[in-house]
């Protein structure tokens, strides 16, 4: 069994050798990624150049007048599209915000509500809502 004094001086070696000042560093050329201007799985083809694909390009280059008056935004979108561009997707924004807790209850009513499947939780919220009414009304 080694001492306690040669266990702090091995941990000490061993954080001395980790420090990033004495540690070589292990990236290598070899080991970056190459830069290609192609996608992955791209395969040249000999028959063509890209003076080829420039000719049939459906995306010639813009011009400096056409990036000048360039806009960001839905102005000049048909009023349909824009409409899809600004509305928000997902659920519509509740009127009264519900607020999130932590509730003790037996296991077995919480089976019993997750047994009837997605909502469970609206389910429940459904019955606690009716509770409450009933108690305001006694």
């Known amino acids: 069994m080694k001492s306690l004094s040669?266990?702090?001086?091995?941990?000490?070696?061993?954080?001395?050798?980790?420090?990033s000042a004495s540690v070589a560093p292990t990236r290598t050329k070899e080991l970056?990624?190459?830069v290609?201007?192609?996608?992955?799985g791209y395969v040249p083809?000999?028959?063509?150049?890209?003076?080829?694909?420039?000719?049939i390009s459906d995306n010639p280059p813009l011009t400096d007048e056409e990036l000048a008056r360039a806009r960001p935004g839905t102005g000049n979108m048909p009023p349909e599209m824009a409409a899809a561009f600004t509305s928000r997707a997902g659920r519509p924004k509740a009127d009264m915000k519900r607020v999130p807790i932590s509730l003790r209850?037996?296991?077995?009513v919480l089976e019993?509500?997750?047994?009837?499947?997605?909502?469970?939780?609206t389910?429940?919220?459904d019955v606690l809502a009716e509770?409450?009414?009933?108690?305001?009304a006694a």
Do not use: C, V
């Open 36 to 40: 290609t201007k192609h996608a992955p």
């Open 32 to 34: 970056s990624m190459p």
């Open 105 to 108: 209850i037996d296991p077995d």
């Open 123 to 125: 389910r429940m919220h």
């Open 45 to 55: 083809n000999p028959l063509y150049s890209q003076e080829d694909w420039d000719e």
């Open 112 to 121: 019993t509500f997750k047994s009837t499947g997605p909502g469970w939780q």
């Open 6 to 19: 040669s266990r702090s001086s091995l941990r000490s070696d061993r954080r001395r050798s980790t420090s």
């Open 131 to 136: 509770a409450a009414r009933k108690l305001k």
